[in-house]
């Protein structure tokens, strides 16, 4: 079974609206963290938002926000007032165990496309 | 703002030959990994390594693979003999090692490998 899923192959907003990019995951450790990473057409991985299993409010960051469902295992991002910068595909990732060293493993991404 | 940096960018290299990819993780982090992204797929674990060992490695980091962190500052992911399968984007990262962090992991640009 997939550990993360991402249903979006694609998802196109008008500037300035909200978008959501949905992503599920699969885990039967009580522990774990989830993240999502924005990759832009230059390639490199930027770092988004975080959201622990043991975090009672989701998180936030600027126009990034975290809908967490615990109990549906989703963790949603949502992004308001879409930008054209914006347009880059997105990953989420999970991470198993509290340690440190534990490896993130990821979706197969969401190519977002943000018009004018 | 510490960042994560990689050499080189690209490299191309005949089908065969060794590679030596190099990484400078974020300097007060102990927690070090190497990821590959296969174009247009999605990142993938390689190997993680903490306290100068392999903390875990993926069914990917075979006897063809082997890291080092040769010194206080690099971290080096070694291909011993290249195989066009291995042309991918090559992602470090580094994570903090603070007791109740996200550990958050930090990616750098990557170096494209291209196997000819």
């Known amino acids: 079974a997939q550990k993360i899923t991402q249903t979006q192959p694609g998802m196109f907003v008008q500037e300035k609206e909200a978008v959501t990019l949905d992503c599920t995951y699969d885990?039967?450790?009580?522990?774990?963290?989830l993240f999502w990473y924005k990759q832009p057409s230059s390639g490199e991985m930027i770092f988004l938002i975080y959201q622990g299993s043991y975090d009672q409010q989701n998180a936030t960051e600027g126009r990034y926000s975290l809908n967490f469902q615990k109990a549906r295992k989703s963790a949603n991002l949502v992004i308001s007032a879409s930008q054209l910068g914006d347009s880059a595909m997105y990953f989420c990732a999970m991470r198993e165990g509290s340690g440190g060293y534990n490896k993130l493993i990821f979706g197969a991404g969401t190519r977002l496309a943000v018009h004018p | 703002e510490p960042e994560v940096t990689q050499t080189p960018s690209h490299q191309v290299t005949q089908m065969g030959q060794e590679v030596i990819l190099r990484c400078v993780p974020i300097?007060?982090?102990?927690?070090f990994y190497w990821y590959r992204q296969i174009l247009g797929q999605k990142v993938e674990f390689l190997v993680s390594f903490y306290n100068n060992e392999i903390s875990e490695k993926s069914e990917i980091f075979d006897d063809q693979f082997s890291v080092e962190r040769p010194d206080g500052s690099n971290f080096t992911l070694k291909i011993r003999s290249t195989k066009l399968e291995d042309s991918a984007m090559y992602f470090c990262?580094?994570?903090?090692?603070?007791?109740?962090?996200?550990?958050?992991?930090?990616f750098g640009p990557g170096t494209r490998l291209t196997v000819t």
């Open positions: 885990t039967s450790d009580p522990s774990y963290g």
């Open positions: 300097s007060n982090h102990l927690y």
């Open positions: 990262a580094s994570s903090d090692h603070m007791a109740g962090g996200t550990y958050e992991q930090y």
